[in-house]
């Protein structure tokens, strides 16, 4: 693979930023959105609750004027798991939620205790029964509230349900991932008082009443650095243009380790890879700034034809390495016991009928299919879509063989 590629909006930023813009009773306008199975679910969320939601180019443009309706129906929350951060956006604006447990990628146990148990801290009620969540905010007061482990979307859905309570919220072990700094900067756009997001400690003056906004949302750390490992598993040279080099640091020192050459500028990351990559010792996921979690299945598709044995190990997701054994059935040598994956490399992987069976492990499918020997067929590539804005078209630019046949 040789050439560049741009990457679009962060699907983890616009996802609650679409939630957040029922709160300003007015319109918001978000740039830079990608065009993916979940933003279209999220859309469909907001129209059913009554707003005017208009996606142009690279526009979505919702009027939230008329947000009445606090239901969301089980078959609109079973889409995705980011429906979940309407309920502090609802609480906020209507002091009520009524809603069911959200769906998502199979990857293993994710509760939503630390959502629930920050929004009671707010003095919310919160009722749970038969498959649904029913929230009542009449009067929603700032606390202090510190969470058990730095969630995102709890630290989230707290933001959202705190911007307007009375007096002043802080979230400590708040999660630092740079989409939460982004929900901040827009919420603060449409005149809320937030500070702190990046850090453990975050700071929420509640406010009266927001107003419009107009706001550019932060590229997809992700997609770009899916991109890069498909050019260390092709041997390739490759330019990842509108990418902030601090989100990546973690897989930009991996990818040295294996022996690629990095070239960062202000919005463009380098990656020239020109042989076999080299096993790394170690690798585990931890919350920002440590390595991602949403990354770990690109990078073990890598080192599954790296020189020597690599060790990966998963603390954030119990079951997120069930993609291995479609990469087992390509002639990878993978061991996994409970969260830790054994990874001996082969010289190359061989072609077959695999699936995807969540979202980054479909990703780490595709790359593996674009460095094996023979014909590569992924099934089940809805899942890829909920976070890859046609990718096999982005591929295909850049050199590989790749199409959609359904």
Do not use: W
Not at 10 to 26: D, R, T
Not at 79 to 84: N, Q, V
């Amino acid at each position: 693979m040789h050439g560049e590629l741009e990457v679009n909006g962060a699907k983890n930023s616009v996802l609650p930023i679409l939630a957040a813009s029922i709160l300003n009773e007015g319109i918001s306008v978000i740039h830079a959105c990608p065009k993916l199975k979940d933003v279209y679910s999220m859309i469909e969320i907001l129209e059913h609750l009554e707003c005017n939601v208009t996606f142009k180019g690279r526009d979505i443009i919702v009027d939230a004027t008329d947000v009445k309706d606090s239901e969301i129906p089980d078959n609109l929350m079973r889409t995705m798991r980011s429906s979940i951060f309407l309920m502090g956006a609802l609480i906020s604006r209507n002091k009520k939620a009524l809603m069911s447990f959200p769906g998502g990628c199979d990857i293993g146990h994710r509760p939503i205790d630390l959502h629930l148990k920050g929004l009671r801290r707010l003095g919310i009620k919160i009722e749970e029964s038969y498959g649904y969540i029913r929230c009542e905010g009449g009067r929603v007061r700032g606390s202090e509230i510190h969470l058990d482990l730095p969630s995102v979307g709890a630290t989230e859905n707290i933001m959202l349900a705190a911007v307007m309570a009375e007096g002043v919220t802080i979230i400590r072990n708040a999660a630092k991932e740079p989409e939460i700094e982004d929900l901040q900067n827009f919420l603060n756009s449409m005149g809320a008082k937030i500070s702190g997001a990046g850090t453990n400690t975050i700071v929420i003056e509640g406010v009266k009443k927001l107003h419009d906004t107009e706001y550019t949302i932060i590229p997809d750390r992700i997609v770009a650095g899916t991109y890069l490992c498909a050019a260390a598993m092709t041997q390739g040279e490759l330019t990842v243009i509108n990418v902030l080099k601090e989100h990546l640091e973690p897989l930009l020192a991996k990818l040295k380790e294996t022996g690629c050459e990095i070239q960062a500028g202000k919005d463009y990351i380098k990656i020239k890879c020109d042989k076999r990559p080299k096993a790394v010792d170690m690798i585990v996921t931890l919350p920002y700034p440590g390595f991602p979690t949403d990354l770990q299945p690109q990078m073990v598709s890598v080192l599954s034809v790296a020189e020597g044995t690599s060790i990966v190990t998963e603390t954030i997701f119990d079951n997120r390495f069930k993609y291995t054994e479609e990469l087992v059935r390509m002639g990878a040598d993978i061991k996994v016991d409970g969260r830790v994956a054994v990874i001996r490399g082969i010289e190359g992987l061989m072609g077959a009928k695999v699936v995807a069976r969540d979202l980054r492990g479909g990703a780490a499918l595709v790359i593996a299919g674009l460095g094996a020997k023979g014909t590569t067929i992924v099934e089940e590539a809805e899942h890829i879509d909920r976070g890859y804005e046609s990718i096999e078209k982005a591929l295909k630019n850049v050199g590989g063989d790749i199409v959609r046949i359904m």
